[in-house]
């Protein structure tokens, strides 16, 4: 039977297990039991399931314990599963067996690649080789033609009617220049040739000719006014030094132009653009003509350096004729020498 009432061990006194404190000397109950147990044989100690456990300590203490190993025990099962693989931490749904078959979703049907045409290069056809660049010469006009490979370039083709009677190298140099838009005809058809140049007319071609040409360019002579065709002209060549007046004050622009001044204007610009010196004997360059002492003295340098580089050459008589005034084609001519020099 299960004992319910014990003595104090204290008193003496009778009372219940389940009291705390004995009711005569308020000797702790606990303690009654601890000492009870000490003093009990060791097979009297062992605590039957039977009986009822009142320590509420120990109660306690087996219920954490418990606890904690059940916790222990759910959690490594979680982690390995039952059948010894790692966890799937991914909820499994189930669907109840009378769900309809889930709906597939729809494909994406790819575009198809695209291949970007091929593209085959141009095929090039040589052309048959063509003669050397000539220059055709007809009826006091030529042509300048260059042909290459698959390309053709014509120059303009200019005729004047009104120059058979002049030179080759003349007609050359009128067609040339004016292929080249340096000087250009009288009238459609006629270059004029024949025709005097005024010292206007002659700065106008030279400042062109050089690219030097500037519209609004002011000069110092007093015949030359900013309403005039050659206003420019004038104020161009004077400012690179190409041309001076026939006086301090004066441009003579209407007056013709003399083969001595053409020959000094043209030496100044193998000088300007080219840096050529004067020759450091001009009396011996000069002497091939006939009428050199004749020559005016402050020019004789420049008439020297036009002559070594072939721009004037004697007349027939020998002579070099320095007050002769120039004609339109005596320019051209003149002009045409420089032109190969420069370019």
Same mark, same amino acid.
């Given at each position: 039977?299960?004992?319910?009432?014990?003595?104090?061990?204290?008193?003496?006194?009778?009372?219940?297990?389940?009291?705390?404190?004995?009711?005569?000397?308020?000797?702790?109950?606990?303690?009654?039991?601890?000492?009870?147990?000490?003093?009990?044989?060791?097979?009297?100690?062992?605590?039957?399931?039977?009986?009822?456990?009142?320590?509420?300590?120990?109660?306690?203490?087996?219920?954490?314990?418990?606890?904690?190993?059940?916790?222990?025990?759910?959690?490594?099962?979680?982690?390995?599963?039952?059948?010894?693989?790692?966890?799937?931490?991914?909820?499994?749904?189930?669907?109840?067996?009378?769900?309809?078959?889930?709906?597939?979703?729809?494909?994406?049907?790819?575009?198809?690649?695209?291949?970007?045409?091929?593209?085959?290069?141009?095929?090039?056809?040589?052309?048959?080789?063509?003669?050397?660049?000539?220059?055709?010469?007809?009826?006091?006009?030529?042509?300048? @033609? /260059? $042909? +290459? =490979? #698959? %390309? @053709? /370039? $014509? +120059? =303009? #083709? %200019?005729?004047?009617?009104?120059?058979?009677?002049?030179?080759?190298?003349?007609?050359?140099?009128?067609?040339?220049?004016?292929?080249?838009?340096?000087?250009?005809?009288?009238?459609?058809?006629?270059?004029?040739?024949?025709?005097?140049?005024?010292?206007?007319?002659?700065?106008?071609?030279?400042?062109?000719?050089?690219?030097?040409?500037?519209?609004?360019?002011?000069?110092?002579?007093?015949?030359?006014?900013?309403?005039?065709?050659?206003?420019?002209?004038?104020?161009?060549?004077?400012?690179?030094?190409?041309?001076?007046?026939?006086?301090?004050?004066?441009?003579?622009?209407?007056?013709?132009?003399?083969?001595?001044?053409?020959?000094?204007?043209?030496?100044?610009?193998?000088?300007?653009?080219?840096?050529?010196?004067?020759?450091?004997?001009?009396?011996?360059?000069?002497?091939?003509?006939?009428?050199?002492?004749?020559?005016?003295?402050?020019?004789?340098?420049?008439?020297?350096?036009?002559?070594?580089?072939?721009?004037?050459?004697?007349?027939?008589?020998?002579?070099?004729?320095?007050?002769?005034?120039?004609?339109?084609?005596?320019?051209?001519?003149?002009?045409?020498?420089?032109?190969?020099?420069?370019?």
């Amino acid at each position: 039977m299960n004992q319910t009432t014990m003595n104090c061990t204290k008193c003496g006194e009778q009372i219940g297990v389940w009291e705390t404190f004995c009711g005569a000397c308020n000797f702790p109950v606990k303690q009654m039991l601890k000492s009870n147990a000490m003093n009990k044989p060791h097979h009297q100690t062992a605590i039957h399931a039977s009986e009822p456990i009142k320590d509420k300590v120990t109660l306690t203490t087996i219920i954490g314990v418990c606890g904690v190993l059940a916790v222990v025990g759910v959690v490594l099962f979680s982690i390995i599963g039952n059948d010894g693989n790692r966890y799937d931490p991914t909820p499994i749904v189930l669907a109840p067996t009378n769900a309809p078959e889930p709906t597939p979703e729809p494909t994406l049907a790819l575009m198809p690649t695209l291949t970007p045409p091929t593209i085959a290069p141009p095929t090039i056809v040589p052309s048959p080789v063509e003669p050397e660049p000539m220059i055709e010469e007809e009826s006091g006009g030529i042509t300048l @033609r /260059v $042909e +290459e =490979q #698959r %390309i @053709r /370039v $014509e +120059e =303009q #083709r %200019i005729i004047f009617t009104d120059m058979q009677h002049l030179s080759a190298e003349m007609q050359r140099a009128i067609m040339t220049l004016a292929t080249q838009g340096i000087i250009s005809g009288t009238a459609p058809g006629r270059f004029n040739p024949d025709a005097t140049i005024s010292r206007a007319e002659f700065a106008r071609i030279i400042t062109g000719m050089l690219g030097i040409f500037d519209p609004n360019a002011a000069s110092e002579f007093e015949d030359v006014r900013r309403t005039d065709w050659f206003f420019g002209a004038v104020g161009s060549a004077y400012r690179h030094g190409l041309m001076t007046g026939t006086s301090p004050t004066t441009f003579s622009p209407n007056d013709v132009i003399t083969r001595h001044y053409l020959a000094v204007v043209s030496a100044r610009v193998l000088m300007l653009e080219l840096g050529i010196r004067m020759p450091a004997d001009p009396d011996a360059v000069l002497q091939t003509f006939t009428d050199s002492d004749s020559l005016e003295a402050w020019s004789v340098g420049y008439l020297a350096l036009a002559t070594r580089h072939n721009l004037v050459g004697p007349r027939e008589d020998g002579s070099f004729s320095p007050n002769e005034l120039m004609t339109r084609g005596d320019a051209a001519l003149i002009l045409y020498r420089l032109y190969l020099r420069l370019w």
